[in-house]
């Protein structure tokens, strides 16, 4: 079993629709979650991150992450054409930079988002 | 303006030949990386940097290698040993500062070996 899974796509959907994206890892150890936005031929930037359990809103978008079932999910209502993009999931054991931590992320295998005007 | 860049964007490579490619960050940032991206792969970590001086291997070192000279710069060096290095290649780095050290990635170089 892999770290971390995310759910096969392409998807697509149309203009204003709600958008549930979605992953499942298996090492608890993982304590921050993100949720990086890759468009065609560049780099991701990071969209969302959540620490622990709980919900993260952020306009359009909300993160919720579930440690008991290990899973977590990125919401996008009222869909736009310009959220088409690869939507990658990403965790984290520690936030970064404390002595000792392993700065590593492990990523999902993303999800092609096409949304129809 | 901070940011990352690499270059080229994109880079022809024949069978047998190493090549490097650039990674330049002044976001005075300590930690860099290196991932591989291939269709339906995901990022894959080939190695990373915490402090100038000093790296790590990845989960796919294999046929890499880098060095870490200057904070500002992590180049990458794909070598002949790499059985399949046509993929796209990003490069990231991440801040020292208390809290949430975000990675923060460059525009890519796509490789293609001919």
């Known amino acids: 079993q892999k770290e971390v899974e995310q759910d096969p796509g392409p998807l697509s959907v149309p203009e204003g629709a709600i958008v549930s994206l979605n992953c499942t890892y298996s090492?608890?150890?993982?304590?921050?979650f993100m949720w990086y936005r890759q468009y065609s031929r560049k780099g991701p930037e990071l969209l969302m991150y959540?620490?622990?359990?709980g919900n993260k809103e952020d306009g359009r978008f909300t993160a919720q992450v579930d440690k008991s079932s290990k899973y977590i999910s990125l919401f996008i209502r009222d869909s736009q054409p310009s959220d088409s993009a690869t939507y990658l999931c990403?965790?984290?054991?520690?936030?970064?930079?404390?002595?000792?931590?392993?700065?590593?992320?492990?990523f999902g295998k993303g999800i092609t988002l096409s949304v129809r005007p | 303006d901070g940011g990352i860049t690499q270059s080229p964007k994109y880079l022809f490579r024949k069978e047998g030949q190493n090549v490097t490619l650039s990674c330049e960050q002044n976001?005075?940032?300590?930690?860099m990386y290196w991932y591989r991206q291939d269709p339906g792969q995901g990022l894959r970590l080939i190695y990373y940097?915490?402090?100038?001086?000093?790296?790590q291997k990845g989960d796919i070192a294999e046929g890499y290698s880098v060095s870490r000279e200057k904070k500002e710069s992590f180049p990458l060096t794909v070598t002949s040993a790499q059985k399949n290095p046509t993929a796209f290649y990003l490069c990231?780095?991440?801040?020292?500062?208390?809290?949430?050290?975000?990675?923060?990635f460059g525009p890519g170089t796509r490789l293609t070996v001919l």
């Open positions: 976001l005075n940032h300590d930690a």
């Open positions: 940097s915490q402090i100038v001086n000093d790296f």
């Open positions: 090492n608890s150890a993982f304590q921050y």
């Open positions: 990403a965790m984290s054991t520690s936030r970064g930079m404390e002595a000792g931590a392993n700065s590593k992320l492990t």
């Open positions: 959540t620490y622990s359990s």
């Open positions: 990231a780095s991440s801040g020292s500062a208390g809290g949430f050290n975000e990675q923060f």
